[in-house]
């Protein structure tokens, strides 16, 4: 036994190695890059179909020396913040509002179903004919894709409060203002913060599809006109960039700041 | 007591009242918007070719399905009946993605839930793709497939598996390992433990997931036939936007909202709920 752990086999060692993460991560791109690459330069026509890992990375540096990359990554990102930003300060205190009342929940409930059911995209025709071509076409969208989930999460937050908080700050002479500020918005915190992430990825979805179809310049219509052109090199710049955006944002944006408000305010309760 | 009085309470014994106030009160949005619209075309505040009046929108059903043959024509997807092929062709698409896309991900989700190394692998790849939402992977498809049935197939089957892959390999690691291993102590097989142990255990989360999936697979097959596809209702809705058919539109987006609402109140989540009771882990050893 001894001697086994004196000297750790080449498999053990292996093993070790592929426990560290940042390695496997490395191997992991360096193993896509190759299998690309090889598929690359064995289909018969690989501008058009796959184009090189190379190929996609030149195309970067001259998209980027012309300027596009960074206007098309900045338009959409600005649309993503403007929109789901509307989307969540309206889609918040609504839900709130409809959490609080009971009879003003039974109303709406069946309602913010069936919208919630129909999806942004499958309106876009309709806002189309409503707005033409234009920003505020994508913008509604994304509103109306980001409006509905956060609502909902926030109102199924606030029904989930425990009722003997709120009876314990009646019985302390609060008011229904009171209550709502000091009572439900905290207890509701943590869906808030879930449903947040929830509906800015749904924004996200839409933002994208929303620039395909409407035409408007962003990452979405890169990839959109890239396949137009017949230039695949920048369709799949496009996909990875739209990729690693998203990555980037969910974790190391809203994960943790998921995370740290359900730490600050979740409800442990029995 | 009047008559109206002693129907409302018999009524209410037979419903339940909590129900019966609960549709009441969840029709009140749904009347006004409908007599809200109604009331735009008799007024005429808003052109109708921007709202459809509502006759229209039920006309456009029947104007769509006008030149069908008959019912042997609509199974066939004969282009006369475009009502029923736009539907059937969205939902032959939903069923085959399911068929093929449903089974294939969870396979490789209780792969990569067991294995480490696979799945130290598989999950980084897994979180990109998932975040590539399906909807990026359109034009690419296009480029590959061609415009057509291939390439709205690849799009749903590429949202499903991955969101699927997701559930069952998080399912998998829910599953306590005092399970695993007692199963194995007995003498069982690796193919009893996944049979026995992950399969049922992971039920709950595979469901879930299934759900999920089609929810988010739905979605994306309407955009991918709005944009790369030449049938279905997101290609309906789509084409009839250009050509400033609303009514159209209005009847395609009401079609598709019901087909989704329907499957998941009437069979997704009664599957989930049956199999979280049937299934679900309330014990959980340390």
Not at chain 1, 173 to 182: F, L, P, V
Request: hydrophobic share 55%.
């Amino acid at each position: 036994m001894q001697q086994k752990s004196k000297t750790p086999s080449l498999v053990w060692r292996l093993n070790k190695l592929l426990q560290i993460n940042a390695m496997n991560l490395v191997i992991l791109i360096v193993g896509v890059y190759f299998i690309w690459s090889i598929t690359s330069s064995l289909i018969a026509n690989p501008a058009r179909y796959l184009p090189s890992p190379i190929a996609v990375a030149l195309s970067s540096v001259d998209m980027l020396y012309k300027g596009l990359l960074p206007s098309y990554f900045s338009d959409t990102l600005v649309r993503l913040v403007v929109g789901s930003s509307i989307g969540l300060a309206a889609g918040i205190p609504f839900g709130l509002l409809l959490g609080i009342n009971r009879t003003v929940a039974d109303t709406f409930q069946p309602m913010m179903n069936f919208f919630q059911s129909v999806s942004g995209i499958a309106i876009f025709p309709i806002v189309v004919i409503w707005w033409g071509n234009s920003d505020t076409t994508v913008l509604v969208v994304i509103l109306y894709t980001s409006f509905f989930p956060i609502a909902y999460t926030v109102l199924s937050g606030v029904r989930e409060v425990p009722i003997r908080y709120i009876h314990a700050a009646k019985t302390l002479g609060a008011s229904r203002y009171q209550i709502m500020k000091d009572v439900l918005l905290p207890g509701s915190m943590p869906h808030i913060a879930t449903g947040s992430r929830l509906s800015i990825g749904f924004a996200w979805r839409a933002v994208i599809a929303g620039e395909m179809l409407a035409g408007r310049e962003g990452l979405g219509w890169m990839i959109f006109t890239g396949q137009d052109a017949d230039k695949t090199t920048e369709v799949i710049l496009g996909m990875i960039l739209i990729g690693v955006t998203w990555i980037v944002l969910d974790h190391f944006l809203l994960r943790p700041l998921e995370a740290d408000t359900i730490e600050r305010w979740g409800l442990v309760q029995r | 007591m009047s008559v109206l009085a002693i129907a409302s309470i018999a009524v209410q014994r037979r419903f339940g009242r909590q129900r019966i106030r609960k549709l009441l009160l969840g029709s009140i949005p749904f009347v006004v918007l409908i007599s809200l619209w109604h009331a735009n075309t008799v007024f005429e505040w808003l052109e109708p070719v921007f709202i459809p009046p509502i006759g229209d929108v039920w006309d456009a059903i029947f104007l769509l399905q006008e030149d069908c043959p008959g019912v042997g024509a609509a199974i066939a997807l004969d282009n006369n009946c475009l009502m029923s092929t736009h539907v059937l062709s969205s939902l032959g698409r939903v069923i085959l993605a399911a068929v093929i896309g449903l089974p294939l991900g969870i396979a490789f989700g209780i792969l990569a839930g067991m294995n480490r190394i696979a799945s130290k692998f598989l999950e980084p790849v897994g979180i990109f793709a998932n975040s590539i939402s399906g909807i990026a992977w359109i034009p690419l498809a296009i480029v590959w497939f061609g415009v057509g049935w291939v390439t709205t197939l690849f799009i749903m089957l590429n949202t499903i598996f991955w969101l699927m892959f997701f559930n069952s390999m998080m399912g998998v690691r829910g599953v306590a390992r005092v399970y695993e291993q007692s199963v194995l102590t007995m003498g069982g097989s690796r193919w009893d433990v996944i049979w026995h142990v992950y399969l049922p255990g992971a039920m709950p989360s595979i469901i879930s997931g299934m759900r999920m999936s089609m929810g988010f697979g739905w979605r994306a097959l309407i955009a991918a036939e709005m944009i790369g596809g030449d049938s279905g209702l997101g290609f309906m809705i789509f084409t009839s936007a250009q050509e400033f058919k609303i009514e159209e539109v209005f009847l395609g987006v009401i079609i598709i909202s019901l087909i989704f609402m329907s499957t998941d109140k009437y069979f997704l989540v009664p599957l989930e709920k049956w199999t979280i009771q049937r299934w679900g882990l309330v014990w959980k050893p340390n």
